[in-house]
């Protein structure tokens, strides 16, 4: 199973919107992006819903079906790890094994210099094709990298090995993340990782790495766009090289993590994917749900109620939400209306605060941001929600779709 060039993996907390998304991308299609879709959710994400992973499977399938799909799609086991994945085995083809948490974990040292006896290019002056100017790594840095990592690489290689175990090697994608911690891996620091996961045997075909500036959830990109601009393209050279010098799976492309909504970078990565001819894979998990809310409070009447309600107890519950979420949202508690004030909105009033429209200058990303953290709310309200979701379906449908066609497939993937 080999993933195509551009995939686009879209979240749906509460399993309503496969159509929806999947409309978006046969839009896309129509007019040129050759993207296939991957459905992703995680434990985490199942946890708080409180619904269990073949559910995702079903949704997917079933949206492949009613819309006549006739191309590949995938069920993405996101952020699993040995403890998670059983769950996922029998239901997904897609494994995004996330080997954060042992970043930084004490390495042995007699394999971590075993690993750079045995890979004696990494060290000094490497010249690789699209990088102005040669890397440079000492043994320091190496070494230095390798006990950051080495511990992460083969977790990441034990769970790989227990998947292909039950599903068989060749029947699923490998994902291999890296985004969930604090410093971003520079692109020396991949080589050096990429090497480590072909000596692990990974097949790898797409990685996750942190990249450098916030990537805070359901808001855009905040950081450095000219820096990041050269990570990306810097990376994207050292996946070549790597495929090239280590054997690693020829379609390996990068994965952008809280892909959604990074409107300023869009551009340039349209730009490294033009340039190069690289493939990409971008998640977009979150967005989906606050274009539910937005289609609640667009129908007016009860979803409108239902959109206030939402966040009058993400409001009162903004500590406990947050916290989990603490590296990935900026919230200004200054600039959160009051839920007094939420009461007395129009319908406008609520979509504008809310809809990703940075030019619109009611648009509230201390609103937005709170909201995408809310949807543990949603879950607790139960069938009053998911009802609600089916009543106000025209207007959600439209919402998710055009969102994710207009804001995220047609920037980066299709001429303007
Ligand atoms: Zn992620």
């Given at each position: ?18 159509k929806?998304?999947l ?25 708080t ?8 499977r ?38 995004t ?25 990494l060290?000094?002056s ?27 690489v ?5 769970i ?17 993340s ?35 500036g916030?990537?805070?959830k359901?808001?855009?990109?905040v ?60 998640k977009t998990?979150?967005t ?33 939400l ?12 200054a ?5 007094e ?11 504008n ?6 030019g619109?200058?009611?648009?509230n ?5 709170l ?13 009053r ?13 439209r ?12 920037p ?5």
């Open positions: 199973m080999k993933i195509e060039k551009y995939s686009f993996g879209v979240g749906d907390r509460f399993a309503h919107q496969a929806a998304q409309k978006a991308i046969q839009l896309g299609a129509e007019a040129g992006a050759d993207i296939v879709p991957v459905w992703n959710k995680s434990h985490r994400e199942h946890t819903i409180g619904s269990e992973p073949p559910s995702l079903s949704a997917a399938d079933e949206a492949v079906q009613a819309l006549g799909w006739d191309r590949n799609y995938y069920v993405d086991a996101d952020h699993i790890n040995l403890d998670i994945v059983e769950g996922f085995l029998d239901c997904s083809d897609f494994f094994i996330d080997v954060a948490d042992y970043i930084g974990q004490a390495a042995d040292p007699a394999a971590v210099s075993a690993f750079l006896d045995r890979h004696p290019e060290v000094g490497i010249e690789i094709p699209g990088i102005d100017g040669a890397i440079e790594i000492t043994r320091e840095y190496a070494e230095g990298v390798a006990n950051q990592f080495f511990k992460a083969s977790e990441a290689g034990r790989y090995r227990h998947i292909a175990e039950r599903k068989g090697e060749g029947n699923f994608v490998t994902e291999v890296m985004d969930e911690t604090d410093a971003p891996q520079t692109p020396p620091d991949m080589l050096i990782i990429l090497a480590a996961i072909a000596d692990e045997k990974i097949p790898v075909q797409t990685i996750a790495p942190k990249f450098t916030r990537f805070n359901g808001v855009d990109y950081g450095d766009v000219g820096q990041f601009e050269k990570e990306f393209n810097d990376d994207l050279a050292v996946i070549a090289h790597a495929i090239a010098q280590y054997g690693l799976p020829d379609n390996l492309k990068l994965s952008v993590h809280s892909g959604s909504d990074k409107f300023s970078i869009y551009a340039p990565i349209k730009r490294a994917l033009k340039d190069t001819g690289a493939g990409l894979h971008i998990a979150g989906t749900w606050l274009e539910e809310l937005i289609g609640l409070a667009e129908a007016d009447g009860d979803g409108l109620v239902l959109a206030k309600d939402v966040y009058t107890q993400a409001l009162e519950n903004k500590e406990a947050c916290a989990p979420y603490a590296s990935v949202i900026d919230v200004d508690d600039a959160l209306p009051s839920a004030a939420v009461a007395g909105w129009t319908a406008r009033q609520y979509v605060a809310l809809r990703h429209d940075q619109c200058p009611e648009f990303p201390s609103f937005r941001q909201l995408h953290v809310g949807y543990k709310v949603a879950a607790k309200l139960g069938d929600y998911l009802n609600m979701l089916v009543e106000c379906e025209e207007s959600i449908t919402n998710v779709c055009t969102n994710l066609f207009d804001r995220h497939i047609q980066l993937f299709l001429d303007d």
